[in-house]
Structure formats: structure tokens, C-alpha cells
């Protein structure tokens, strides 16, 4: 089957999937997942999975992020790593954890054909790590990075979402992982959705001001590395990039090639509105081609841009991150 390519009303084509697997997590970071889970918790099994991955394959997705929730609770992570690996047309498949479980799967997960690993991780301080995630698992997320990297097979990057009450200290530490070690650290600005719209995002340049008085001038990086919206800027004496990812601030909706699957099966156009599609993937009735017509016709109506500004009038995703995955 050939079906793609995914494009939508504005010219916009998409060769990047997020596919969030499941909405369970083993940290409830205080911007993301509230302590008790609200409403029943939601899965992808694996033939549901594989269905998406090949008819989005034959629809020109190039990209796949692994995604949740905490992805590596899914029992059948590596397989799924695995099939996404196997869909001819998909030739990068990374992932996005909180890392507690990864120096127990790298192996496997290396196995299976991962490219890539981000490791989100706000806090290097394990009573500040205590606060953000209300757990105690800092030892292990630390483990999982230690062991990514050691893997010499994976590329590495950490995520960090700063808030407006994140001690200076910590941020500057999380950065220099990036002087010290072979990785680039990404700071995510705090988006309004979900538990996020409780919290005060911390303004980039407020922190771009704060790195360059610590660190020496940051100078940016003309190519693109990875898949995302990045910016990237080197500091004199660092193996690895600090990235900016600023979608409140500098909106890049006008370069958005991604799309998103929800453990319930959604298919979401735009990462804050609720506009797509509950994709039926059970459904015998409806075979491949009739799945991608369908997706063809969700994606092709994707909004234009995210609506992060309107928010207080009630314009936009009423969904958890934990249930987008990002
Ligand atoms: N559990 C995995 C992890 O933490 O990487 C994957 C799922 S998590 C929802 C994916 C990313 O979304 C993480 O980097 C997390 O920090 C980020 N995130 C969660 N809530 C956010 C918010 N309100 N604004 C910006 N980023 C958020
Ligand atoms: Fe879990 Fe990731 Fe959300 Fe933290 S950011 S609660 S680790 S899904």
C-alpha cells in the first residue's frame, strides 16, 4: 500500500509521529500528572500499534518518537521499538522517558533497533527532584543516564522544563551535563496545557541571560540537529548543544510536520487543540486503506497554529500531558 504523503490545508507535510503508548507513569511530575490517576488509564496493544505504525509508514511518516506517559512501563516496549524499526518507510525511531527504568531495558531497547534516547529531567538536587516528580527516584533516573550513555550505540539529549520557581542552581547544573559529557540539554518552555496551566513558565531569554553569565557567550548553531524545533547554541568548552524548545515565546507552528496517536487511540492534529480524530484500530470493517484515507482527511484539516494565548477563554486541549505525551 502507498497512500501518502500527509499534508494539510497549508501546505504543512507530516513525516514525524508521536505516539504516545500509554498514559501510566512511574513520577507525577507536579506540571504533568496529577498523584491520583483521574478517569481509567489507557493503553496501545501491539496490533493496534503495528497498525498505526505501517499505515502511517505508507502515509510518508519518516519519524517516530516513542512517547507516554512513562513509555518503558509499557510491558512490550522493546517489541514495540522493534516493529516501528521494521516498517520500511520509518528510519528514525527514538524515545522520551523519565529514565527510572532504562538502565534495566537499554539493552533490549538497543536490540530492538533504538536510535536515540531523551531523558526528561528537571532537577540534579534529589529533594528538588522529590518535589517536582513526588517520588524518590532520582538514584535511577541517573542510573538510566549513566547507562545511555555508556551504551556508546545511542545519542543522548535531556529535556529540562524550567518554571519560574526553578532554583538558578539547578538549571545551571542541568546545562552543564552538556559541558561535561556528550549530550545536548534542552530546555522546554513551560506550555498551558494540563497541570502546566498551574505553574508560571520561566521566560527563555530570563534563562539564555542566566547561562550566558554563567557559561560565556552562546553562540547558535546553523544546522538542524534532530528532529525537532530546537534552537541550539554551543558554549566555549562543551562537548554537547544547549537547545531552546520556546513554543509559547516564538511560536513555530508554521513548521509543524508532527502528528500524534493518544494511548486511547486519538489522532491529534495539533498539540493543543483538541481536533483530530479516534482512529479505529480495532475495527476490521474499516481495512488499511480506508485508515488512511481517513487520517488523510484529520490531517488535512490540522489548525493552523496552536491557540497557547487564548487559553483563559477556554480555547484548547482539556487532555493531561501525560495522556498527549509531549
Ligand atoms: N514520561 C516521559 C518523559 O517524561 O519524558 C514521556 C512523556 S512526558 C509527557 C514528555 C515530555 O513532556 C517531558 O519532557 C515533559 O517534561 C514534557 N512536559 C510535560 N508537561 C509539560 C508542560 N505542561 N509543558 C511543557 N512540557 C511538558
Ligand atoms: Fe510522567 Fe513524563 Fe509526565 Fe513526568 S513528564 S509525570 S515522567 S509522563
Same mark, same amino acid.
Given at each position: 500500500? =502507498?497512500?501518502?504523503?500527509?499534508?494539510?490545508?497549508?501546505?504543512?507535510?507530516?513525516?514525524?509521529?508521536?505516539?504516545?503508548?500509554?498514559?501510566?507513569?512511574?513520577?507525577?511530575?507536579?506540571?504533568?500528572?496529577?498523584?491520583?490517576?483521574?478517569?481509567?488509564?489507557? &493503553?496501545?496493544?501491539? $496490533?493496534?500499534?503495528?497498525?498505526?505504525?505501517?499505515?502511517?509508514?505508507?502515509?510518508?511518516?519518516?519519524?517516530?518518537?516513542?512517547?507516554?506517559?512513562? $513509555?518503558?512501563? /509499557? $510491558?512490550?516496549?522493546?517489541?514495540?521499538?522493534?516493529?516501528?524499526?521494521?516498517?520500511?518507510?520509518?528510519?528514525?525511531?527514538?524515545?522520551?522517558?523519565?529514565?527510572?527504568?532504562?538502565?534495566?531495558?537499554?539493552?533490549?531497547?538497543?536490540?530492538?533497533?533504538?536510535?536515540?534516547?531523551?531523558?526528561?529531567?528537571?532537577?540534579?538536587?534529589?529533594?528538588?527532584? &522529590?518535589?517536582?516528580?513526588?517520588?524518590? /527516584?532520582?538514584?535511577?533516573?541517573?542510573?538510566?543516564?549513566?547507562?545511555?550513555?555508556?551504551?556508546? =550505540?545511542?545519542?543522548?539529549?535531556?529535556?529540562?522544563?524550567?518554571?519560574?520557581?526553578?532554583?538558578?542552581?539547578?538549571?545551571?547544573?542541568?546545562?552543564?551535563?552538556?559541558?561535561?559529557?556528550?549530550?545536548?540539554?534542552?530546555?522546554?518552555?513551560?506550555?498551558?496545557?494540563?497541570?502546566?496551566?498551574? &505553574?508560571?513558565?520561566?521566560?527563555?531569554?530570563?534563562?539564555?541571560?542566566?547561562?550566558?553569565?554563567?557559561?560565556?557567550?552562546?553562540?547558535?548553531?546553523?544546522?538542524?540537529?534532530?528532529?525537532? $524545533?530546537?534552537?541550539?547554541?554551543?558554549?566555549?568548552?562543551?562537548?554537547?548543544?544547549?537547545?531552546?524548545?520556546?513554543?509559547?515565546?516564538?511560536?513555530?507552528?508554521?513548521?509543524?510536520?508532527?502528528?500524534?496517536?493518544?494511548?486511547?487511540?486519538?489522532?491529534?492534529?495539533?498539540? /493543543?487543540?483538541?481536533?483530530?480524530?479516534?482512529?479505529?484500530?480495532?475495527?476490521?470493517?474499516?481495512?488499511?486503506?480506508?485508515?488512511?484515507?481517513?487520517?488523510?482527511?484529520?490531517?488535512?484539516?490540522?489548525?493552523?497554529? /496552536?491557540?497557547?494565548?487564548? &487559553?483563559?477563554?477556554?480555547?484548547?486541549?482539556?487532555?493531561?500531558? =501525560?495522556?498527549?505525551?509531549?
Amino acid at each position: 500500500m =502507498s497512500a501518502g504523503p500527509l499534508k494539510d490545508s497549508f501546505g504543512r507535510s507530516m513525516d514525524y509521529l508521536r505516539l504516545s503508548i500509554t498514559d501510566r507513569c512511574n513520577l507525577r511530575c507536579v506540571y504533568c500528572m496529577p498523584e491520583g490517576q483521574s478517569g481509567p488509564s489507557s &493503553q496501545l496493544e501491539l $496490533p493496534q500499534i503495528e497498525r498505526v505504525l505501517r499505515v502511517m509508514g505508507s502515509l510518508g511518516v519518516k519519524k517516530v518518537k516513542i512517547t507516554g506517559g512513562e $513509555p518503558l512501563v /509499557h $510491558p512490550d516496549i522493546a517489541q514495540i521499538v522493534h516493529l516501528a524499526k521494521n516498517v520500511p518507510q520509518i528510519q528514525n525511531v527514538t524515545l522520551t522517558t523519565n529514565g527510572l527504568l532504562l538502565d534495566r531495558l537499554a539493552e533490549d531497547l538497543i536490540k530492538a533497533g533504538l536510535d536515540a534516547v531523551n531523558i526528561s529531567l528537571d532537577t540534579l538536587d534529589p529533594s528538588r527532584f &522529590q518535589y517536582l516528580t513526588r517520588r524518590d /527516584h532520582l538514584p535511577e533516573a541517573l542510573a538510566g543516564l549513566d547507562r545511555a550513555l555508556g551504551s556508546g =550505540s545511542l545519542a543522548v539529549k535531556v529535556n529540562c522544563v524550567p518554571t519560574a520557581t526553578s532554583p538558578f542552581e539547578d538549571l545551571l547544573a542541568l546545562a552543564r551535563l552538556a559541558k561535561d559529557r556528550p549530550l545536548h540539554v534542552r530546555f522546554i518552555e513551560l506550555m498551558p496545557i494540563g497541570l502546566g496551566l498551574g &505553574q508560571t513558565r520561566l521566560d527563555p531569554e530570563k534563562l539564555m541571560a542566566l547561562l550566558t553569565e554563567a557559561y560565556g557567550p552562546l553562540t547558535p548553531v546553523d544546522r538542524q540537529l534532530g528532529n525537532g $524545533p530546537a534552537a541550539y547554541y554551543s558554549a566555549e568548552g562543551f562537548m554537547g548543544k544547549i537547545g531552546f524548545i520556546s513554543a509559547v515565546k516564538s511560536c513555530f507552528c508554521e513548521r509543524c510536520n508532527r502528528i500524534r496517536v493518544t494511548p486511547d487511540g486519538y489522532l491529534k492534529t495539533c498539540l /493543543h487543540m483538541d481536533r483530530g480524530l479516534k482512529l479505529p484500530l480495532d475495527d476490521e470493517a474499516n481495512n488499511d486503506a480506508a485508515l488512511a484515507e481517513m487520517i488523510q482527511k484529520a490531517v488535512w484539516n490540522k489548525p493552523a497554529s /496552536h491557540l497557547f494565548h487564548k &487559553q483563559d477563554e477556554g480555547r484548547g486541549e482539556n487532555r493531561l500531558m =501525560s495522556r498527549i505525551g509531549g
